[in-house]
């Protein structure tokens, strides 16, 4: 799917989205495409975030600066992976059953026996994890071995090497375990610990001061006026950035005021790697955003932009922080915080990979819109087709402010802004929620 071409803009009115104003075509205002404005906001990132040392436990969640390698082979020494009998494979000559004498015992924190004191014919009782005492090629499970006194009778030859881990078999002394940019989940910690890194290299985290704008927002808890609103994406903002990876600055609720909004984006940009605001972007008399932002100093390098929910969305740079104007519906508002925000975070933050994974599904019933707009449209899932792929219904076709859907919603499907008709059946790309 392309968003090459510019997009003229078809739909009139403020916000655009379900505005019925829509049928009017706004002549010669013309759409960013969804995948410029998303490059524009990564262009902006000029850089990963520094880098600080974190104790190992303190790391978890946070990104990787540069890549972990191991500084000995991994594992350092040949051990045990069975609890049983370290022997000769050469000892065992004939037809069976074999007998071999019981010399010793060997457990995992033991230290390695040295190699001169195990004559031929000899086996040392060996637990999981104990180094394999130096002229043993072969440990024979307990299980097929029979032990009386200090005879160990074996009736199934074992094939030389069983049941030894050997040195370096899952990484050799200065192998890379972890790549650079990689976020250190469970795996990561577990790999880390076991090379022993007590101290680990880690980007800072990325600092997002966030604000929503809008004379109508109360706070949940406060009484509505009449006209008046609950403040919906403040909270949706301190949700999606309650990441291990992130520090998040919350400015609270503006009203449309040019005065206390210049205050706060000041501040916000400078306190934050990022900057996010919501409400007040659109062409209404009371969207001071752009201007405010532009007579604060900031570059605005994107405003509308060819993407359904959130056309009116600004993105941009003030100081040493990067802009996202956001819209102030309430699903419009999370779209873009999902599709472009949290990328440009992502690239900020160091990770190598920024985007999410990908899922595909094919549309259960076929669709006609108006092309134009890259549409990410509350989905949800019905089941698989007869080859496996999920089979997504779209809920309704106008919805950037119903926060209700969204939550009834199993993920976004996207809908490219080329098309026009779409067939049940064909397979789209489908966000996760
Ligand atoms: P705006 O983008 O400021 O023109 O706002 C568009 C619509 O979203 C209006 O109906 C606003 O009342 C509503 N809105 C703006 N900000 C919020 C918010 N923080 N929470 C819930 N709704 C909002
Ligand atoms: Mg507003």
């Known amino acids: 799917m392309t968003d090459s071409a510019p997009a003229i803009d078809q739909a009139g009115g403020t916000n655009g989205d379900e505005d019925p104003c829509n049928a009017i075509p706004a002549v010669g205002s013309r759409l960013m495409p969804f995948d410029d404005a998303l490059a524009t906001g990564l262009g902006l990132v000029s850089r990963p975030v520094p880098m600080e040392t974190v104790p190992l436990g ?11 390698c191991t500084p000995v082979p991994m594992p350092a020494f040949d051990h045990a992976a069975m609890d049983g009998y370290a022997l000769r494979h050469a000892d065992l000559v004939g037809p069976g059953p074999w007998r071999l004498a019981v010399t010793g015992r060997i457990a995992a924190g033991d230290k390695p026996a040295s190699s001169n004191v195990f004559p031929p014919g000899t086996t040392m009782r060996i637990l999981t994890g104990a180094p394999v005492p130096g002229p043993f090629d072969t440990v024979v499970m307990q299980e097929h071995a029979t032990r009386n006194g200090n005879d160990l009778t074996i009736a199934r030859k074992p094939t030389k090497g069983d049941n030894i881990r050997l040195t370096g078999e899952d990484g050799a002394a200065g192998a890379r375990i972890v790549a650079d940019g990689t976020q250190i989940g469970i795996r990561e910690a577990a790999a880390l610990a076991a090379i022993g890194q007590a101290a680990i290299d880690v980007r800072r985290r990325v600092r997002i001061a966030f604000f929503s704008s809008g004379s109508e927002l109360r706070e ?19 949700a999606a950035l309650d990441l291990p990876w992130i520090e998040s600055i919350d400015l609270g609720t503006v009203p449309d005021s040019p005065q206390a909004l210049t205050h706060a984006l000041v501040e916000a940009s400078r306190r934050a790697d990022m900057v996010i605001s ?24 994107a405003m509308k932009i060819a993407m359904k929910p959130g056309k009116p969305l600004a993105i941009g740079r003030m100081n040493n922080a990067v802009y996202l104007g956001l819209p102030g519906n309430p699903v419009a508002a999370f779209v873009g915080w999902l599709t472009i925000g949290a990328l440009m975070a992502r690239l900020m933050a160091g990770f190598a990979d920024i985007n999410p994974p990908r899922h595909y599904a094919c549309l259960a019933t076929p669709i006609t819109r108006r092309p134009g707009r890259k549409e990410f449209r509350p989905a949800r899932m019905l089941g698989r087709d007869g080859q496996g792929t999920p089979l997504v219904e779209l809920l309704g076709a106008s919805f950037s402010a119903r926060i209700g859907l969204l939550c009834a919603a199993d993920g976004l499907a996207v809908i490219p802004a080329e098309s026009e008709t779409m067939e049940a059946g064909t397979v789209i ?5």
């Open 58 to 68: 303190r790391s978890i969640g946070r990104i990787l600066a540069g890549p972990a």
């Open 220 to 238: 949940p808890g406060e009484t509505v006026a009449p006209g008046q609103i609950f403040d919906a994406n403040r909270y949706t903002l301190l």
């Open 278 to 301: 919501t409400g007040g972007v659109s062409v209404g008399d009371e969207d001071h955003m752009p201007k405010v932002f532009r007579e604060a100093g900031g570059d605005i390098r």
């Open 429 to 433: 790309e489908f966000i996760r929620l």
